[in-house]
């Protein structure tokens, strides 16, 4: 088999599992939607879902929206935990110190990822045509 006709197999494979994932997606269809809408996503938001079909730039939004929103829980989660450690220690200088290093660690880790996630996109998905 020649490196031409084993490219073509891969992309017959992949072609026939990117069908298969977005059957799997058509049919659950309404328990996505239940998640986003438990995350409280806009009514706009859920009505993209609801009314378009899945594709893969779509999806890929899809994906980023549960990505932030799993951010923010991080985040929250981090800045409860801080005022915990603080109630537990008492106000000193030193553990605030180390609490606002933690949240700015954080911070810091959820624009990386953001970043990371914008570097993906190519400009042809945004803007068709370029």
């Known amino acids: 088999m020649?490196?031409?006709?084993?490219?073509e197999k891969v992309r017959r494979q992949c072609k026939i599992q990117y069908?298969?994932?977005?059957?799997?997606?058509?049919?659950?269809k309404e328990h996505i939607e239940k998640v986003f809408k438990s995350i409280g996503a806009s009514e706009e938001f859920l009505a993209k879902i609801r009314n378009n079909t899945f594709?893969?730039?779509?999806?890929?939004?899809?994906?980023?929206?549960?990505e932030e929103h799993g951010m923010k829980l991080i985040n929250k989660f981090s800045r409860l935990t801080a005022e915990q450690i603080k109630l537990e220690k008492?106000?000193?200088t030193e553990i605030e110190a180390e609490v606002e290093d933690l949240n700015n660690i954080v911070a810091y880790d959820n624009a990386n990822i953001m970043k990371g996630q914008l570097e993906k996109v190519k400009p042809e998905s945004i803007v068709p045509g370029i």
């Not at 594709?55 to 549960?66: A, D, K, R, V, Y």
């Open 55 to 66: 594709t893969e730039h779509n999806i890929n939004e899809f994906i980023g929206q549960l």
């Open 90 to 92: 008492g106000p000193t």
């Open 2 to 7: 020649s490196k031409l006709e084993n490219e």
């Open 19 to 28: 069908r298969k994932l977005i059957e799997i997606l058509k049919e659950h």
